[in-house]
């Protein structure tokens, strides 16, 4: 599809010739290295798709771009294994000039960015993510960069950048983060004055809501390439124009910009200020499109390595089972379900666990699975961050404040359940929980399953509970609540681990999932 910009302040002047072009490829949130099936076999996607298209885009104007706006280290099956290397020789094929932080650049810590960035044969832009420790912005990245474009025939100008992301209020990380919008206008105001630059262009990495409000608050930015929300899009609805691709290289934005220099008045035209004219194209990036024979090589050792997780074989699926986000971020998932159960169970030749939790943004792949076989690799695939299972021993009325402080997420406009990430799904226990307002709830039905089923959870009830360690961050934030580890993360296993062991049990190690009212939002 074709969308037209506006031109900024050009007002009714006969036309001109642009001082100068510029094309860019971008993309954003890209976790697989290999095309993947997107349904009825149709194979989508692929960053060897990518490169040639960038050489053609260097071949044919001088003046040109790649811009990646973040979230690549993972989730995946291969980062899980690889930590996030194997997409930097992806990026670095494609020839990517400038990349922004996303918030899975942090879901192996510090140290493994700084294995990435070292790698990178391009910089991090980041003007609003420090580390704790120093004070200092994140190792591997700077805040802006500028760049003299000079072309015979595409003319000459002098464009700044800059990336910021969301705040990830996660401490656990080793980072804070400044406000995207605050930090922002440091940097353009950098740019403008002491770079003099003609054009700037922000890399964010935050949700639409967020891009909005930068989009309309932060002035002087004339192109804003975002990530985050695995959608493509193309706004210009809230001031500066800003656009996103899809997920996973399904498709990719062509951009062609034409800046305008400010003019003076002649005898024929009024005074114009500078001003921009651009076209957006997204492209779906099919297997009908020619591939990089030397990333393709690479991708194929990568592949014989990643082979060695697939020969265990886990057991079954007994039916298709939906991974879609559209499930398990909005309500009860029977995939959910067995992954908690798996939890509920892990330990039990050990300790006494009451209730599970498995959040539906750990929950990955957002696709149907088909029944039949599944592999180990299959099941990292469904959870890749490494997560491992803790068991904590708290009290009834302190889980009831987490789901109050995890659930009210839940709660949309309009009586609409929102996505979130965090959705509880529970084993042990069954929850409705009741909406008021936006952003605004309580749990009103908490009672156990299982022995004790039917039975209300009462707030002085003393609890084990199967957790991941990512989780039991969000649970000490609630509020109020009362924690002793059981089971710590010395001692505990991964997310896959868990789920294969809990699998094999299962008569003829067959996957069965199904809903059975674990879990309900309502509106009052």
């Not at 001082?19 to 949130?29: F, G, M, P």
């Not at 003046?63 to 992806?90: C, E, Q, R």
């Not at 990089?292 to 007994?318: H, T």
């Not at 529970?426 to 709830?441: D, L």
Request: glycine residues 8%; proline residues 3%.
């Amino acid at each position: 599809m074709l969308m037209l910009a506006r031109a900024d302040n050009c007002g009714s002047v006969a036309e001109r010739p642009p001082t100068a072009e510029l094309q860019i490829i971008s993309y954003n949130d890209v976790y697989e290295i290999k095309p993947y099936d997107a349904g009825q076999g149709i194979l989508v996607g692929g960053p060897s798709h990518i490169v040639p298209l960038a050489k053609t885009l260097r071949k044919n104007y001088d003046n040109s771009l790649v811009i990646f706006a973040g979230d690549t280290m993972s989730p995946s099956l291969w980062s899980a294994y690889f930590k996030g290397l194997h997409m930097i020789d992806a990026h670095n094929a494609i020839g990517v000039d400038f990349a922004c932080l996303g918030n899975h650049e942090f879901d192996f810590g510090i140290d493994a960015f700084l294995n990435v960035s070292a790698k990178s044969k391009f910089p991090w832009l980041n003007a609003n993510a420090y580390e704790i420790a120093t004070g200092q912005l994140l190792r591997g990245t700077k805040p802006n960069a500028v760049k003299v474009f000079k072309s015979p025939t595409m003319g000459s100008f002098k464009v700044g950048f800059f990336g910021v992301m969301y705040d990830m209020k996660d401490d656990s990380k080793g980072m804070r983060w400044t406000d995207p919008v605050e930090a922002a206008k440091e940097q353009v105001k950098y740019l403008r004055t002491v770079e003099k630059v003609d054009f700037v262009i922000a890399l964010t990495h935050q949700g639409l809501e967020d891009d909005n409000r930068f989009s309309q608050a932060v002035t002087g930015v004339d192109m804003i390439f975002g990530g985050h929300d695995h959608s493509a899009m193309y706004q210009t609805q809230f001031g500066t124009p800003y656009l996103k691709s899809d997920l996973d290289f399904r498709n990719i934005w062509l951009s062609h910009l034409k800046w305008y220099a400010a003019a003076n008045a002649t005898n024929s035209t009024s005074a114009t200020p500078a001003f921009t004219k651009m076209t957006h194209k997204n492209m779906p990036i099919t297997q009908a499109l020619p591939t990089d024979a030397a990333l393709d090589a690479l991708i194929a050792q990568y592949d014989a390595q990643v082979k060695e997780l697939n020969k265990e074989v886990v057991g079954s699926l007994c039916q298709a089972t939906d991974l879609t986000k559209l499930t398990v971020r909005y309500k009860e998932a029977p995939i959910g379900n067995f992954i908690s159960d798996a939890f509920l169970n892990y330990y039990s030749d050990r300790v006494t666990v009451d209730m599970s939790v498995m959040n539906g943004g750990g929950i990955r792949t957002d696709r149907i699975w088909p029944a039949g076989q599944v592999n180990l690799g299959d099941v990292i695939s469904w959870s890749p961050f490494g997560n491992v299972i803790q068991v904590v021993a708290t009290d009834g009325a302190s889980v009831k404040k987490f789901i109050n402080y995890i659930m009210k997420d839940s709660c949309g406009a309009n009586n609409l359940v929102a996505e979130n990430g965090l959705y509880l799904h529970m084993a042990g226990v069954k929850y409705i929980f009741v909406c008021n307002g936006v952003g605004s709830g309580a749990v009103t039905e908490f009672s156990y399953l299982g022995k004790r089923a039917g039975t209300a959870v009462q707030d002085t009830d003393a609890v084990n509970v199967a957790i991941s360690d990512y989780m039991y961050a969000a649970f000490t934030k609630a509020g109020g609540v009362t924690t002793k580890m059981i089971v710590t993360a010395a001692e505990a296993v991964r997310t896959e681990l868990c789920v294969a062991t809990y699998t094999k049990k299962q008569k003829d190690a067959s996957i069965c999932p199904s809903a059975e009212g674990r879990s309900l939002v309502k509106f009052a």
